[in-house]
DNA sequence: TTGTATGCGTTATCAA
DNA sequence: TTGATAACGCATACAA
């Protein structure tokens, strides 16, 4: 166990006083070049590095951002993720993760945590919490960011997108198509998945073609095999539903393959729309429709917000929406002219 | 910015001296039953919470557990941090994750930051650190372990499985379905990649069936849509090819796809074997064969070895190996009796 | 069982 | 431009 260097050890070297140390550190131009020269010589002998701890008790600050994220396993979050890294990972700030498992008392948990490091900055995701977690952000006291989701009274900034509106758009592009019959699957049903469901709904009554009776939803988190599961349960209730809106790209996969095994043509006599856009969407066969949401980018703004108010640069706007775009692919290509050609 | 509570204000209103409420913190059975309720309810009252900057000052220690992954969106991995986050999540410890990008100065790097908190315990992924990292980590004075793979010459403690090992059986499946030219498909290519790879060719080698012309592989990162682009190019070089065991499950569900596209059946022309058995493969049309491996469980065990070392318990066997699974499914059910009535 | 003195490594404040 | 002093909040070592 190296014992660790200090600025005094460094001073000591220099031939200066620590605090001077400490200053051609932070703020070079503060002092003389050539005493500066001979503290960066001193540094780079000894492989000086300073105590993050012993820093953050005497500013009452840490250099941690914390992110607050529902899942780590969620590849919609991962991506996120890497845009945070992508702007982050090279800077003196720390990124600190906290997963909340989609639980709202565990989010202010989590904060707690992150809150009494006094974090330099804190990106969380959605716009859900609790009216408790919700005090605690509007005291943070640090540049704080929500993302994923746009949406009313921002706690401080916001980069996200419409979900509601983004649903819409994939239900228009489905009645545009000619399906006249789309049903929903939905899965976990969270808060931002109401409001997809939303949208899709508000979208086909708009068209006169809501059936209620075409939703297939359950609590239960999403996966492929769920998806399979769902459209099963839907066709099966409802055998002329023509198209289906998944809730994200692993229902939308489930939900093929569950037509390959039941021999309903894709799509002809169904067409399959994801959320996400998720690679494997464009590989798939056929390739799946879904949204494309900018979840990188999302990330990255929200690391390029909080470091511009660090620098104290100016962050531009305190709410970036970064929109969402119906990829259009072959699974939502229009039913077959003669539906029984499809068997 | 509310105020910080301290210890101090704490001892005042319990009427005792700082240090004992500290103690009755840490160690609640060190001071007498009636001064610690009158502690707590100090505590209590005022809403206390340490500061854990002085304390990590204080004790030359942090609450930091470091986990150290070369990925964050690759599910393989954030599965293991599902398992390590199971285990911690509720624990006084702050798990801080840092991105490798598998790059190997990326990983000393952020071994340097990590190591510079005076981590309490560190996970890393993998057994192929730089000889530079190696050296940091020898001396991270903290638990350890490295988790995915086991290996010889542990630094400290170790928890995975032989991926060598594991690819050798998948290959045996294939061979005992009665395939009988088998490839490789294989992406991004890191040090764990090539030794699959190795156990694929050590027991096709065996069986007299390896072809070195029947290996597909990129350095680029892993898709779904690599693996079709990847399964094309080896079915145009070679078209009787009559299996493939793909370096991971992204790769078989590309391959499977394209073999769709090409109008090969699955599994009677080709044989389709996976690697991590992500919950997908189940779900696919025909369900593909994978290695199951162990992953929350590695994650998990990693992090209870830690917390044992810690709370000085004793942590069990310092090498543990999860093993590797073969889930036989139908896309490796064998080829064809007659391979023409495939088409 | 509880308390006193002291130190952890850094920075803020004020003075020189 | 540089330095002395005093925190920051907590825990260790030792004493009572």
């Keep these: 166990m190296a014992k660790r260097v200090t600025l005094a050890e460094v001073a000591a070297r220099a031939g200066v006083s620590p605090i001077t140390v400490s200053r051609a550190l932070r703020r070079p131009d503060t002092v003389q070049p050539e005493t500066r020269s001979r503290i960066d010589a001193a540094v780079a002998d000894l492989g000086y590095v300073p105590d993050p701890a012993a820093r953050a008790l005497a500013t009452g600050r840490s250099d941690v951002i914390g992110v607050l994220i529902p899942s780590a396993t969620n590849a919609v979050f991962t991506d996120v993720l890497s845009g945070i890294y992508d702007r982050l990972g090279e800077s003196r700030f720390d990124v600190q993760y906290g997963i909340t498992r989609y639980d709202p008392s565990t989010e202010e948990n989590l904060l707690g945590v992150f809150l009494r490091q006094r974090p330099a900055g804190l990106i969380v995701a959605g716009i859900d919490q609790t009216p408790a977690a919700r005090r605690l952000l509007d005291r943070a006291g640090c540049p704080l960011v929500q993302v994923m989701e746009t949406g009313p009274d921002p706690v401080d900034m916001m980069v996200g997108f419409s979900h509601h509106d983004a649903a819409a758009a994939a239900t228009r592009h489905l009645i545009a198509r000619g399906y006249r019959r789309p049903g929903f699957l939905g899965a976990r049903m969270d808060p931002r998945t109401q409001r997809r469901f939303a949208g899709f709904r508000a979208e086909a009554e708009a068209a006169g073609l809501y059936d209620a009776d075409r939703a297939e939803t359950t609590d239960q988190p999403s996966s492929v095999g769920r998806g399979a599961a769902l459209l099963r349960a839907l066709l099966t209730r409802r055998p002329d539903t023509d198209a289906v809106f998944c809730n994200n790209d692993d229902l939308a996969m489930g939900a093929l393959f569950e037509a390959m095994r039941m021999g309903v043509p894709v799509p002809g ?75």
Excluded at 279 to 305: L, Q, W
Excluded at 315 to 340: I, K, N, W, Y
């Design 269 to 343: 006599a169904l067409g399959i729309c994801g959320f996400n856009d998720l690679e494997m969407m464009r590989a798939a066969e056929p390739p799946i429709t879904s949204v494309r949401t900018n979840r990188f980018e999302m990330g990255a703004r929200a690391a390029e917000m909080i470091r511009a108010r660090l620098d104290a640069r100016d962050p531009g706007p305190a709410l970036v929406d970064l929109g969402a775009e119906v990829q259009a692919r072959r699974s939502t290509d229009g039913p077959a002219r003669h539906p029984s050609a499809g068997q």
